[in-house]
């Protein structure tokens, strides 16, 4: 069969689709699209320690996008996802306009079968590391959804256009397409976009404060009765204590040493009876008590889930943070 490039990629030829309900797929594909996106973006650039997406031990985002599978030639997966979707939605607009109708309902499917490959991708990985991203999965849900309708709308092409003759016609937005993927993967290897204040895997993630607190603050928490329930095999949690921790440094030699911490995941059976205790539901908690966390009689004065930086923590437990040169000029004024 021969085809005409021109006539074959501009012209609306459906087999039984009419124009009205064409517009009607486009509609939902571009609502799911936009949704899509959005996700995308809180998982990129969203406080997701918040507490919003990491539950548990198990279900926890920040364990799977900051893990090594996080990452694809050195940039954040949800960045792919940012990118993905700005191209099938531009890809939507064309196909409303009635612009290259066949090439672009054949470029959308091309590429969300593209789509279906990173959730395949991303659910091997989840099975390596044993957790769950409850968002990643809601992205997989609305991908499968994609590809059905996409692949409802690619049926109806009465003769769908080879993939060269789509090159063909589209090759200076798909050149825009590749040239943008080869800037992101430069830029961010080569630092100019910054990957998230922890420069984790997860890439863009807005978490814990750089700045590592001190002796003298980690104590004052421990003094206004600050106490964190979480697990070590929780990302967030580890992420948390990082915060605490001084580069090169272990435990006992790091700030963390003053931190109450309640392991919740461990075989010490009295320690998930106290998470039981306290309701704990989501890793990390930090709960601020009125006396001592040993003592007797005891009750939360206010609690918090998710992880903070050193200006919440300040705020919730009353201690003021002064980095270790104000400790140091302070005690030269007292001497």
Not at 65 to 84: A, D, L, M, Q, R
Not at 198 to 220: L, M, P, R, Y
Not at 227 to 247: D, E, I, T
Request: proline share 3%; aromatic share 12%.
């Amino acid at each position: 069969m021969l085809y005409n490039n021109s006539a074959l990629v501009t012209h609306f030829s459906m087999a039984t689709l009419n124009k009205r309900t064409l517009v009607q797929y486009m509609q939902i594909i571009g609502a799911l699209g936009i949704i899509n996106l959005l996700l995308s973006l809180y998982m990129a650039f969203g406080d997701i320690e918040s507490g919003t997406c990491d539950i548990n031990a198990t279900l926890s985002c920040t364990s799977v996008i900051k893990s090594e599978y996080g990452k694809i030639f050195g940039v954040p997966v949800s960045y792919y996802g940012i990118t993905w979707n700005v191209v099938l939605l531009y890809c939507i607009w064309r196909i409303y306009l009635e612009d290259k109708v066949p090439a672009f309902v054949t470029t959308i499917f091309v590429w969300c079968s593209i789509g279906i490959g990173f959730v395949f991708y991303f659910i091997a990985a989840e099975l390596i590391i044993g957790k769950i991203c409850p968002f990643c999965t809601l992205v997989h849900i609305i991908n499968v959804a994609l590809m059905y309708l996409v692949f409802q709308v690619y049926c109806q092409l009465k003769s769908p256009p080879p993939l060269f003759l789509v090159a063909n016609s589209l090759k200076s937005f798909i050149v825009t397409v590749a040239l943008a993927h080869l800037m992101i993967i430069l830029f961010v290897n080569g630092g100019t976009i910054g990957i998230g204040a922890n420069g984790g895997g997860g890439g863009g993630i807005i978490g814990v404060n750089k700045k590592i607190t001190n002796e003298s603050f980690s104590q004052c928490l421990t003094r206004m009765n600050m106490v964190m329930f979480g697990s070590s095999s929780c990302g967030a949690c580890m992420n948390q204590k990082r915060l605490f921790m001084l580069p090169g440094k272990d435990e006992k030699e790091s700030p963390w040493q003053h931190i109450i911490f309640i392991e919740c995941q461990g075989s010490d059976r009295s320690f998930k009876e106290e998470c039981e205790k306290w309701e704990i539901r989501r890793y990390p908690t930090w709960h601020k008590f009125e006396n001592d966390y040993h003592s007797s009689e005891n009750k939360i004065l206010e609690s918090h889930s998710g992880v903070m930086d050193i200006s919440q923590l300040s705020k919730m437990s009353g201690c003021e943070y002064k980095d270790d040169h104000e400790n140091e000029n302070e005690n030269e004024n007292n001497i």
